[in-house]
Nanobody
Framework: QVQLVESGGGLVQAGGSLRLSCAAS????????MGWFRQAPSKEREFVAT????????AYANSVKGRFTISRDNAKNTVYLQMNSLKPEDTAVYYC??????????????????????WGQGTQVTVSS
């Protein structure tokens, strides 16, 4: 059973930066992917970014492309989300997710929440204008 713990959320002014981290314990496999999703008040959870574990292939939502960067440290079983040029519309609870041991190598497969088995508790990101 993979357990995910997010950290790094907080309050930042528009134009600022934050770095989220997600540590996966008991991740005893090297396949699949990890990703970030977010959910704003009264909105559905939406895809933000994903990275495959073996190749490191990435995919981003159009709304964050060019501003956010996802990366991973395989040795630490940790994935990061560097968020730059933050906007008020980025305000949401950000969730880390792990797909579990899947063999799909294309990052496109991991753009939907249906591809993930494990979820973190979420971390709040608030961007003030």
């Amino acid at each position: 059973q993979v357990q995910l713990v997010e950290s790094g959320g907080g309050l930042v002014q528009a134009g600022g930066s934050l770095r989220l981290s997600c540590a996966a314990s008991e991740r005893a496999f090297s396949s699949g992917a990890m990703g970030w999703f977010r959910q704003a008040p009264s909105k559905e959870r939406e895809f933000v970014a994903t990275i495959t574990w073996i190749v490191g292939s990435t995919a981003y939502a159009n709304s964050v492309k060019g501003r956010f960067t996802i990366s991973r440290d395989n040795a630490k079983n940790t994935v990061y989300l560097q968020m730059n040029s933050l906007k008020p519309e980025d305000t949401a609870v950000y969730y880390c997710a792990d797909s579990g041991p899947k063999l799909y190598s294309s990052s496109l497969y991991y753009r939907t929440h249906l591809s993930y088995e494990y979820w973190g508790q979420g971390t709040q990101v608030t961007v003030s204008s």
